[in-house]
């Protein structure tokens, strides 16, 4: 199992390695970024890809559900 606190101590190549061993629950557009969305063990962690250089520019690991906000599709809630 890993934990926030172990991934935040991840070389990004090994942070890669965990994340996409787990299932992509969404993706969502900001500032120019395609961010997937990752549930690994017990936190979450969004990966922000830059299309223009074609390259990960950042994880972004959470514990905190809030965060999950972005995520959500209010068509879905209203059906």
Excluded: S
Excluded at 25 to 44: A, C, I, N, S, W
Excluded at 49 to 61: G, L, Q, V
């Amino acid at each position: 199992m890993v934990t926030l606190y172990d991934f935040m101590r991840m070389d990004d190549n090994e942070r890669g390695e965990a994340v996409f061993a787990g299932p992509c629950l969404g993706d969502r557009q900001e500032d120019g970024h395609h961010v997937q969305l990752y549930r690994v063990d017990e936190f979450y962690v969004e990966v922000f890809y830059d299309p223009a250089a074609n390259e990960i520019t950042r994880f972004r690991p959470f514990a905190n559900p809030e965060l999950l906000i972005p995520y959500i599709d209010i068509t879905d809630i209203l059906k």
